[in-house]
């Protein structure tokens, strides 16, 4: 948790709704027109801290991005710049602390898992209420732990209309019942010795037989992490799959 707190006041150092400082990092990257600021939103009860990305010309969607296992203040700051670009873009962006509503550890509960799914949709609720969204258009992303809480939340939540799960699968946890029609987004490493692709591809069978209609990308990478080209590759498979899912109006 000071981790996590210890991230959110780094990134918001330069004051509440200050521009965003970042360079841009990627080939495909497009100049600065957003701000972050730290909000707060409730879930069940429990505060939850977070970033939110506000865009300069909104395009009425949304983006909330969940962290993964190790929590808020290992992701943060790789986070950020991708962050900053859908912004910029026109995407409301939220990245919440959703461990506020429940601590992480190690041996995970299905009570666990279902109050961070009921975080990352209160997260879209929130978002969708913000001036210039749209609460139909909101979508969720998460890395890991938080690629599938990312899609096992939208399956559930009508707060949430698309999904992207970077990393995700069934290894994580087991999956839901619930049954959507709803636009997912799959994207794995060749080989994840933390995720297994085998996972994430039996997973993404489980939610097309749910209603889900599955995409999955694999990515030129070997490891549960990335580096900084891979990063920019993901995000700009990301931002194609939102741009034709909830996104590219102005």
Known sequence: MKAALFALALLVASGSGARAQVQPACPGD?????TREQVEYDSGGRTVRGLIYRPRSPNGAGVVLLHGARGLGADAARFDPHAIQLASRGYHVLV??????RPGRERRSGSDMR???RAAADGAAFLGGQPGADPARIASWGYSLGGFLSGEATMESGNLAA?????GGTDVGEPGRARREV????IHARRDPVISPA???QWGEGLSRRGA????HE?????????GPTWCAIFEASGAFLDRTVGARR
């Open 30 to 34: 497009v100049p600065h027109a957003a």
């Open 96 to 101: 919440p602390n959703y461990y506020d509503a």
């Open 115 to 117: 109050v961070w799914r």
């Open 163 to 167: 999904a992207v799960s970077l990393a």
């Open 183 to 186: 636009p997912i987004l799959l």
């Open 199 to 201: 996972s994430t591809r």
């Open 213 to 216: 209609a599955v995409e999955v």
């Open 219 to 227: 990515l030129d990478w070997d490891g549960h992490g990335f580096d």
